[in-house]
Nanobody, 127 residues
Framework: QVQLVESGGGSVQAGGSLKLSCAAS????????MGWYRQAPGKERELVST???????TYADSVKGRFTISQDHGKNTLYLQMSSLITEDTAVYYC?????????????????????WGQGTRVTVSS
């Protein structure tokens, strides 16, 4: 079914940039929206950004103007370009595919009934 593999995390100084990638497989990439979430130490997971099937994007207020979500349908990959990073951006970043992604199973097409998650990639921003 849905498989999501994040990459691109690492350590960076405040003010720097990183670009996260999420390689998707096992379903029709364009059939459902996707998003980036993050979980900082000791905090709950929070939504960072989403992109719908029509390309509409949303951002958390804390990252507006600094982060950009995008997709490459030819590569089945979701991206998160992060700029002007601050220490508060330190977290494990997860990509997710929404409920309703279309996948093939036993010759039939089905839709996922729950959100799918990657394993996460760690981002550490130092001052």
């Amino acid at each position: 079914q849905v498989q999501l593999v994040e990459s691109g995390g690492g350590s960076v100084q405040a003010g720097g940039s990183l670009k996260l990638s999420c390689a998707a497989s096992g379903y029709i990439f364009s059939s459902c929206g996707m998003g980036w979430y993050r979980q900082a130490p000791g905090k709950e997971r929070e939504l960072v950004s989403t992109i719908r099937t029509d390309g509409t994007t949303t951002y958390a207020d804390s990252v507006k103007g600094r982060f950009t979500i995008s997709q490459d349908h030819g590569k089945n990959t979701l991206y998160l370009q992060m700029s002007s990073l601050i220490t508060e951006d330190t977290a494990v970043y997860y990509c997710a595919a929404d409920v309703g992604c279309i996948y093939s199973s036993g010759g039939d097409y089905r839709r996922t009934t729950s959100k799918s998650w990657g394993q996460g990639t760690r981002v550490t921003v130092s001052s």
